[in-house]
């Protein structure tokens, strides 16, 4: 496996690569999830490459920023054992050389959910990947489910701006309590662990109230609702249903959909979301 820092190296190695070049974009502290994402682009192309870079301009808080874990080694290591071919780990400065001017604005997909409690985080998303597709110029990229959000915007901006990329959805991978996994969850305490699956559970309610038949909005969420009633360790910020595709809350669920919520455990921000269908 070959680890690169440079676009110029990058570039590089671009002209020798095999084809068709499947790449995972992601912000390190990798986990099963991210293992997920490797192993479908590994079993689907002739390359991979890992991209390992904490972007920024995607941060509301700058201590939200200085705190996210970056273990680059055992990021390394992780890639390697799992056939990466090249990990894309570029320093700060090789990113953004001078401030960042021109950014993708990407319009009424990012505006609930995430888009409504982290202004500008989806623009910062959507411009730091269309930058990292310009990089690595890749056949596909591979995205996982537990950040539908994020997943519905990086489809739209590709669609909209003719990016020659395959998007390729991967499913959440959960531990044995349906929490789903992510690099957020090292930062829960022991306690804090044991309660963080009433999201899902919350999810998972409101996902058979609407295989059950029903298609008012607000008493699905009142079901996802009660999961959390007396717990007060865990603080809500949002649970709504949405289409799955432009991510538009919905008044009456007439079809496919997508629950979602995010939610605070002591000091941890947690999101994650259920695809729903009615009968």
């Known amino acids: 496996m070959r680890a690169i820092h440079s676009i110029a190296e990058l ?13 995972v974009p992601t912000m390190g502290a990798l986990h099963a999830g991210h293992g997920r ?7 689907t192309c002739a390359s991979v490459a890992v991209s390992i870079f ?18 680059l080694e055992s990021d390394l290591e992780f890639c390697a054992a799992r056939g990466v071919d090249m990990v894309f780990a570029p320093p700060l400065e090789e990113m953004y050389p001078q401030p960042q001017n021109v950014f993708v604005e990407v319009g009424p997909v990012a505006d609930a959910m995430e888009g409504r409690f ?12 269309l930058k990292l597709f310009q990089i690595v110029q890749p056949d596909r990229a591979y995205f996982g489910e537990k950040d539908a959000q994020q997943l519905a915007v990086i489809r739209r901006m590709v669609q909209d701006l003719s990016v020659p990329v395959e998007i390729v959805r991967v499913p959440t991978v959960r531990e044995p309590d349906g929490l789903a996994l992510s690099s957020r969850n090292r930062h829960l305490s022991g306690g804090e662990r044991t309660i963080a699956p009433l999201l899902y559970l919350a999810l998972s309610a409101a996902q058979r109230s609407i295989a059950a038949g029903s298609r008012d909005v607000e008493a699905i969420k009142r079901a996802a609702l009660t999961v959390f009633a007396g717990d007060p360790r865990v603080r809500l910020e949002y649970l709504e249903i949405a289409g ?8 009456s669920v007439d079809g496919p959909v997508r629950v979602l919520a995010a939610a605070w455990v002591g000091g941890t921000r947690l999101i994650d979301n259920l695809c729903a269908t009615p009968p």
Request: aromatic share 10%.
């Open 11 to 23: 570039r590089c190695w671009r002209t020798q690569a095999r084809v068709p070049l499947g790449f």
């Open 37 to 43: 994402l490797i192993d479908e682009a590994r079993a």
């Open 54 to 71: 904490v972007n920024p301009i995607q941060f509301n808080a700058s201590e939200d920023y200085a705190r996210y874990p970056r273990p």
């Open 118 to 129: 982290r202004p500008g985080h989806f623009r910062g998303v959507a411009t730091v990947v």
């Open 244 to 251: 799955d595709t432009d991510m538009q809350p919905v008044q």
